[in-house]
């Protein structure tokens, strides 16, 4: 068994050099690409002699998910992987992973899991720090809990007066205490607390969020952190894993195939679907296209998530030039000689349907060109003629579509939040 589940308060680990730690895979819910994220992780810190998750592993506690997760670790895991309660880890916690406060005693270093899920320390996770940080054998220790310490960069924290108490537990070893580890935020950020370096870890598999000004989700990539030691001392390095982390199933040329003829199904359905939804609200059925919305919707989160299966998508800050040479490609070359071949063979519906999408591909391109340079990208509204699909960008946009000629109060408006 991969998942450890912990039975006693003290375990000794023997010649532990490293361990790996995964922050908040599964509070955003257990879909495929955050699990890709968590399975990409797993096999980052099997690098290392274990793997701790800091924390919300599910986003409720009921036993399906626990299955789910621990399913999933199992078959990836390649090394043990331990667990700490966070405040989505409720219900079968236990029941899964164990104790809610233990240590892990190596020869030249302690793992101090203490629990915070509720934003207060539980008075047995406070002696264990005390008894382990008396212990001779233990010369240096890292204390991880789920819930930040009161810091430098977010409010979402404990309180001081828990603060308090955790100083309190370790005050007389404190020269022991090297690192304070935690997740919750779905980022990361190193902060000094009383004299300690802090830790916050969240980017195993939930959304990257923005934390302050100066630390923003598009300057975070999901991570994990490794902890290893150097001539005997505790060091730390944080690794951002690649976009396209967990190839596994890519690499299977049956799955493959099946995937992507699935993604092409799901997509399908999607537009079908979508079709229908407006010719039931062109004919006043609005009840009707609404559902029909929904299911197109669903469809085509369907295909989303098999997509993210056999996704490799170049780091986010880069993407955008990879989308262009496509759309040039398409104006410059297919969509015309589709066109030029549906014009000799006298069939001028597929004349139109290139020629329209091919001036539209063209504004792709430019568009795309700009938002490549992603810091100083300006431009706040789009407008699509949703008869032609022709794409408009700024203010000052013609009274007519200049591909179909429809008129501008029908221009489907997308703008960009202040």
Sequence with gaps: MKIQKVTEPITYIGDVRSFGVIGDPGCDGLGTQNMKVYAGA?????????????GDLVPEGTKKYYEDICTLTEVVAENHVYGLRGNHDTGAYTECFGLHNYAL?????ALIVIDNAKRCFEEEGLRLVEQVLAMNEVEQAVIAFHIPLPNHFI???VSEEEFDRLKAAYSAEKSKVKYLLCGHVHSWFVDEVD????ICTGGGGAMIEDVSE???ACDINHHVVHFYLEKDALCYRVCDLAEDCYP???KSPVLKSRLEETITGELMAHFKYLLFADRAKRRGFDRVANLFEALADSEYRHAKNFYSVLERPAAFMEAIEGFIPTEQFEYKTMYKMMADYARQT??????????GAAAAEKVHAELLKEAADIEDFQTDTVYVCPICGFVMAGEDVPDRCAVCGAPKKQYLVFKAEE
């Design 42 to 54: 797993l096999e980052q810190t099997a690098k290392d002699e274990l793997t701790l998750v800091v």
């Design 195 to 198: 004299g300690i370096t802090m």
């Design 105 to 109: 005693v190596a020869k030249r270093f």
């Design 214 to 216: 100066h630390i923003r």
């Design 346 to 355: 006298r069939n001028p519906l597929t004349v139109q349907a290139y020629t």
């Design 248 to 250: 596994r199933e890519r």
């Design 155 to 157: 409010q979402n924290a």
